[in-house]
């Protein structure tokens, strides 16, 4: 290389440093506005950015445009960062602020040809800037790279030089400028996802919600519940902990890559035929990059559901059918017992078994069964926790016979809607054979007055027996001092008075002991006072089962006393046609029977008996009352001896 050459390369370089290290004057704030692709298809969102750069003043009145023809699905800003740069060879530094406001739109409707977005306003300083405006093109997005926003081309070292040196090769190589795809997806949005969209009245059909982040959130949080108006729904159990985000995979979108996590699932069941929509669940993810940055918060949404509901198909369907019988099940009854004496209790148990709606799925009603009481069922239903809903709904009845011999009871129908086959099914139970022991009415109701039992007799003999002592005749001073003394007079006197008073205690007793009416009723009231009493602290201990056996006993006792004779062999309806014989009002009548019904419906089926307090209150004093009732009641005095 020429001396010559050298000075120049040397004047050159020189130059050029002076150049990019010379102080520059302050510029001027900057707003603008970009797009982050050329063109956009209806229906796909697209990223609407607003950047203000500042030395350091403060953005105050921030207007956004008008996005007339556009719906916004997401605002977020301002963000702001700060940056200080030092002079090289000075003391001399430059602050800069930078502002940020993201906008993700979707076209509304489908427009031909493009529209505009105007210029927001922004005041810095004490003036009003405001942004160019800028036309969304509808149309297949644009594969050319576009500059990063924000970009000052007159900053390009590469430009400069050539201004500098015409002619001349940049020392340094050209700078590389990374290509922004025209089109990029949103970085997070939430899915629901339905196995199917189409399904008949109580079919299930399992709805999924994904939560979708190109970049793990540090937070998410839901802030509103879809409604599933119209449905039937089962929550699916999840194996993730609650609170907690579980990103199983990963898929690739719209040539981003997204971690995927499963929110939770719903099992749905349609309880009408229709277009049912599940409405869109709304979320917040937060993502902060360190302590100092500030956080990055976005809301998410989905959009509505629509699942088609078919009504069933009327060909084969059985009459009455129930449409909440879908599914496929199986049916089995069976009873504790095969033996069972007259008036005791036995349990008969009606298990329907499949997959469906369990919780709703009707079993059979039990037919009538002569000879049979049966009290009101208890149900209970076992769900198993997997994504197609199984369990198993057992029904339970209590019955109880009023006379002995043989019952067989009838296989049960349960018809169903298979949606996977599409045809109506019919399961059965077996028959079941009963046998009753022992004879009507010889099971007693507690409280019954029954034939007293012979009392045992027991000889008492004294311990010690006193030996027989000889006495000496009287002499006759003796017999005349006797004959005057007052002994003598007691002696003749206190015989017949001991007999007359024998005679009126005799008299006196009988008169008690006779069973009239004063004394029957006087009896009654001492008896259902105890009774009451007892009652009462059954009641404010929690014992229903107990209180309403107390209640029975003193019913019972209370007709057994007015009636004279033992209520144990008599069905509620023989008693009840007594009652009226006897002359007791028909209302009275019912309302006794009514209380001795739930007083047994306690007593065989302590489940259904309520344990609220005031209705054992109002029980306690509904038999007062009919206590009160009774008592009144002729009952057939007059023809009683």
Request: net charge positive.
């Amino acid at each position: 290389m020429t001396p010559a050459r050298a000075r120049l390369g040397i004047a050159l370089g020189a130059t050029l440093a002076a150049a990019l290290l010379a102080p520059r004057p302050a510029a001027a704030a900057a707003f603008t506005a970009t797009l982050d692709r050329e063109a956009v298809a209806p229906g796909e969102p697209f990223l609407y950015q607003i950047t203000l750069t500042t030395n350091g003043n403060d953005a105050s009145d921030f207007r956004p445009p008008d996005f007339r023809g556009f719906d916004v699905q997401e605002a977020r800003g301002p963000s702001r960062s700060t940056s200080v740069q030092m002079v090289f060879g000075s003391n001399q530094q430059t602050v800069q602020s930078t502002y940020t406001w993201s906008y993700q739109l979707v076209l509304r409707g489908s427009p031909k040809g493009p529209l505009g977005i105007g210029a927001a306003h922004v005041k810095v300083g004490g003036r009003d800037l405001a942004t160019n405006g800028v036309q969304v093109r509808v149309g297949a997005p644009s594969a050319q790279p576009r500059a990063r926003p924000g970009a000052q081309p007159g900053m390009d070292p590469n430009r400069m030089f050539q201004r500098m040196f015409p002619g001349q090769a940049f020392p340094f190589g050209e700078p590389q400028e990374r290509a922004q795809p025209a089109s990029m997806p949103t970085p997070a949005f939430i899915r629901a996802v339905p196995d199917k969209t189409r399904v008949f009245v109580g079919e299930q059909v399992t709805v999924s919600w994904y939560l979708y982040v190109a970049q793990v959130p540090s937070r998410f949080g839901q802030t509103s519940e879809p409604h599933t108006d119209g449905f039937w729904s089962e929550d699916i159990p999840s194996t993730t902990p609650p609170g907690r985000l579980a990103f199983s995979e990963q898929q690739t979108i719209g040539g981003r890559s997204y971690n995927v996590a499963l929110l939770f699932k719903k099992a749905l069941f349609p309880l009408q035929p229709g277009k049912l929509t599940i409405t869109p669940m709304e979320a917040e993810i937060t993502q902060q990059a360190d302590f100092f940055s500030a956080p990055d918060v976005r809301r998410l949404k989905t959009e509505p559901l629509v699942i088609e509901s078919e009504p069933l198909p009327t060909k084969g369907q059985p009459d009455h059918f129930d449409p909440t019988n879908v599914g496929r099940y199986e049916i089995s009854a069976a009873v504790d017992r095969s033996t069972v004496p007259v008036g005791d209790a036995v349990t008969l148990k009606v298990a329907v078994k499949g997959t469906g709606n369990v919780r709703n799925v009707r079993p059979p009603a039990l037919p009538p069964l002569d000879g049979w009481k049966s009290y009101e069922p208890k149900t209970d239903v076992a769900v198993d926790g997997a994504a197609i809903i199984t369990g198993t709904k057992t029904v339970e009845w209590l019955l109880r016979p009023e006379r002995p011999g043989k019952t067989t009871v009838p296989p049960l129908l349960l018809e169903t809607f298979d949606p996977a086959a599409r045809r109506y099914e019919t399961a059965r139970t077996q028959p079941i054979e009963i046998v009753v022991t022992g004879e009507a009415g010889s099971n007693a109701a507690p409280g019954a007055i029954g034939p007293a039992a012979p009392a045992g007799i027991e000889n008492v003999v004294a311990g010690s027996i006193r030996p027989i002592h000889a006495h000496g005749g009287l002499g006759g001073e003796s017999g005349v001092v006797f004959l005057h003394s007052a002994g003598f007079t007691a002696t003749v006197v206190t015989p017949p008075l001991a007999l007359a008073a024998f005679m009126l205690f005799g008299r006196v007793r009988e008169r008690l002991g006779r069973d009239t009416h004063r004394t029957r009723r006087r009896r009654l009231r001492t008896m259902a006072a105890r009774r009451l009493r007892a009652a009462e602290g059954h009641r404010a201990g929690g014992r229903v089962a107990e209180f309403y056996v107390e209640i029975d006993r003193v019913l019972r006792e209370a007709l057994s006393e007015r009636l004279g004779g033992e209520l144990g062999g008599l069905r509620l309806d023989e008693l009840s046609a007594l009652l009226r014989a006897r002359g007791l009002p028909a209302e009275e009548t019912t309302k006794v029977v009514a209380a001795l019904e739930a007083c047994d419906e306690a007593r065989f089926a302590p489940g259904a008996a309520t344990a609220d307090p005031a209705a054992l209150a109002a029980m306690q004093a509904r038999a007062a009352e009919l206590i009160d009732a009774i008592e009144r009641a002729p009952l057939g005095e007059g023809a009683r001896a």
